[in-house]
């Protein structure tokens, strides 16, 4: 009996030594904040990551930007359409031919400690992006000369050259930071802003416990939201890295909303969950394939062709996406609805057309194997994307009935992105992330000069150069999309790309607490937008 | 006595700078660097190259390690890429979690795994033995997440008797916090002593048996010693010896094991810090976290070492 005593004595001194460890952990909310009144209608929303960064001009990632988003205005927002609308700017215009940019403000936006948001705070925040290279805005910002604020309600980009989606890239990417905050802080790129933070959004973060949870109050002025506040008091993060565990919560009702989109293959398990409410919206991106044009064979616009139509987009949407994507024809989406070009439609499907295509071109099987003797190509791809995993080997199995070989290629994604960035690869499988507006996507993805890091063709084509910038210097909005369009066309028939889909994403929330969500297109911001939390109200 | 601890505290220093060496090296042989994952498009070469120098990432490598090992010895962890933190503060802020989770599951292991082992010891060839034997061998085969997930999908969501996910409500205060500490470490700590319980017992199991075979546990019980007595006082003295090893090594294991269960339980430990570090190339984080881990198996080694000669007389220093 003794000796029993004397383990269930270890046993519990162990337990309260572990706990005694623990206990620093406890109750460390970095802030005040706690306990939640009973008139409050707290918003729970699972992330998938702490945040790494709380300066908005210096953060690249995703997950940090949904709570960022609500805390600073953007000079405009997406909506739903992926057009960009009004947001802490009421309108914008081009002067001097098109080398001045002009925003006119909102007056009744409000930091959360009072002060107006007025155009010194657009000004600074650009020209503070621009000093230090911060995010991924500087290089948005690259055309501008400088920025001035003639009054409290206007901002002035001065261009050196006329750059037409300007306005709306700056507009949308770029965060306004409180100058009176942030000027003191010094040097912006070693700014952390991790506590005592000043928003303009519909919510402000008031606390922080790493790992767990980030707590957002409602700011009491924000005039984009009916009433002139946010209905809901308080947003909560709540962070579970595991998508799975994330389901699982919220169908618990540990949370609200899941900020990341439901995986298709478990959109499932909502079905007979008649509280839960999936909201679906199209992608900014596109899946594709592109073809290295260093590489001799794929230079030949007849091999590319050929290629194009030993896809099978079709079999691809229904059995990677289940039947939940769209197809493409150009390098434009079609969720840019005002650049539709109908009369463009994708290669056929025709593996034996194909086939013909390159015996007419003057490729040869020589040696009788069912495979054109020069046409072999290595696909690469990031294997921890399962779909483009999965395309790859379908795309491997209808080119070999065209005549044409393909090795399998996916690799770890660092590996792949290496590979990627230093062109080491016949052909590219993989998925844009985002693309907000088509000049943008143009320019990084054809022009010779590469800016963006991302021509995957590796193209030098002095007259797709010549067609980019053309239409990057064109103002009038009509004369603009038919030159979009052209390009589009021109990409179609040089196959420099095969697009094989833009996938939906699907948004879960629980519809019987909360209602009023407004998405937007792609996984970037969903439904978790300033706008979008500013609209949500209560279910009575 | 004094030769054998400098000695052993010797070979850790050492085992712990192959350690840090290795890792340094290792995370740089990567593919990519920390930019390669930030965003893909918009960020110009130029700016890649200007984070880079920033990270310290554009000198030469024995460069690096010279200025890291330097500043390790100050006890400088260095600055996480992503987070812009000490990483110090940012493993510091997490490790109390990974204590209570992983220290919980060592004791719990213990605390079962030893009856397990003695009752299957002591009903040899017997039911009891074969079923608590088929339990340790497919415990054995278990893997972290899958356990977890099934956990979390019938403890939590279908019975709803445990929270999904985390570590406390936040909310609480007081001797309410500590309930709902407790109660959000119930399914954690569940699937990792399910994982680890296994080798513990069969291990204990097969030296028990040993041990009952022993001339003076025959002494015993001629010295007419009650069954129980011989068996957990004579017999589990002996019979735990190379358990305790066992349990030292196994620590590594059980750490390594909070990666999987920290993510999937959303529970902020360092095991869950690892899992995103990795995911960011966040080399200072990946290895500072590396190094606490690499010092935590070694120091728990070396003690082990130590307990064993002072719990085995036949072992003299």
Known sequence: MAVKGRWRLAVALGVVATLGVSGCGLNEDNNSSSGNSSSETVLRIGTTTDVSNFNPLQSLSKTDSWILNAMYPHLLRIDENAQKAPELAKEYRYEDDGKTAVFVLRDDFKWSDGKPVVADDVKFSAEKIMEYKLGNVAAKLTWVESVEAPDATTVKFKLSQPYAPFAEGVGFWMAVVPKHIFEPAGDLSKFANDSNWVGAGPFVLDSVTKGQRYVMKRNEHYPLAPGGKAAVSQVEYRVYPDVNTMMLALRNGDIDLMGTPVPISAAKTFEGDDKIKLEKVGALGFAHLTYNMKNKYLADQQVRQALSMAVDTKAIISAVLQGDGQQMAGPISPIFSEYDNTELQPYPFDPEGAKAKLSAAGYKDGNNDGFFDELSFGVACDQSNANITRVVQLFRESAAKAGIKLENECVERNTFLTRTKNGEYDIDASQWGVFDNPMDQLRSTYLSSNPGGINYNLLESAEMDALINDAAGTTDPEEFKTKIKNIDKVVHEQAYLTPLYVENFQFAYNASKFTGFVASPSDLLGMVTAYSLAQVTPVK | ?317
């Open chain 2, 1 to 317: 006595m004094l030769r054998f601890v400098l000695s052993r505290a010797l070979k850790a220093v050492l085992t712990v700078w192959i350690a840090i060496t290795s890792t340094f090296f290792l995370l740089r042989l990567l593919p990519g660097d920390p930019t390669t994952l930030m965003v893909e498009g918009d960020m110009t070469p130029e700016m890649q190259a200007a984070l880079l120098k920033t990270y310290g990432l554009d000198r030469p490598l024995w460069e690096q390690y010279v200025s890291y090992l330097r500043e390790l010895i100050q006890g400088n962890l260095g600055i996480s890429f992503r987070q812009i933190q000490p990483v110090t503060d940012i493993i510091l802020d997490r490790l109390p979690w990974t204590l209570l989770l992983a220290g919980s599951a060592f004791v719990l292991t213990i605390a079962v795994g030893i009856p397990i082992g003695v009752t299957a010891a002591v009903n040899r060839g017997k039911w009891l033995d074969r079923a608590l034997q088929g339990f340790g061998i497919s415990a054995n085969a278990l893997f972290v997440p899958s356990v977890a997930i099934l956990l979390l999908v019938f403890f939590g969501a279908q019975l709803g008797w445990f929270p999904i996910g985390g570590a406390i409500d936040p909310d609480t205060r007081g001797l309410g916090a500590y309930l709902s500490l407790a109660h959000h470490l119930v399914l954690p700590v569940l699937s990792l002593v399910l994982v680890q319980l296994g080798p513990y017992a069969l291990t204990l199991r097969t030296n028990m048996i040993e041990v009952l075979g022993e001339d003076y546990i025959r002494a015993a019980q001629a010295r007419g010693l009650s069954a129980r007595r011989r068996v957990w006082k004579h017999g589990l003295r002996n019979a735990i010896l190379p358990a305790l090893t066992l349990m030292g090594l196994q620590l590594g294991t059980l750490v390594g094991g909070a990666v999987l269960t920290e993510t999937v339980f959303a529970y902020p430990g360092v095991g869950r810090l690892i899992y995103e570090a990795v995911g960011q190339q966040d080399y200072p984080v990946i290895q500072g976290a590396f190094i606490m881990l690499a010092v935590t198996v070694v120091f728990a080694n070396a003690l082990t070492d130590m307990l064993y000669a002072v719990l085995n007389p036949r072992i003299r220093l």
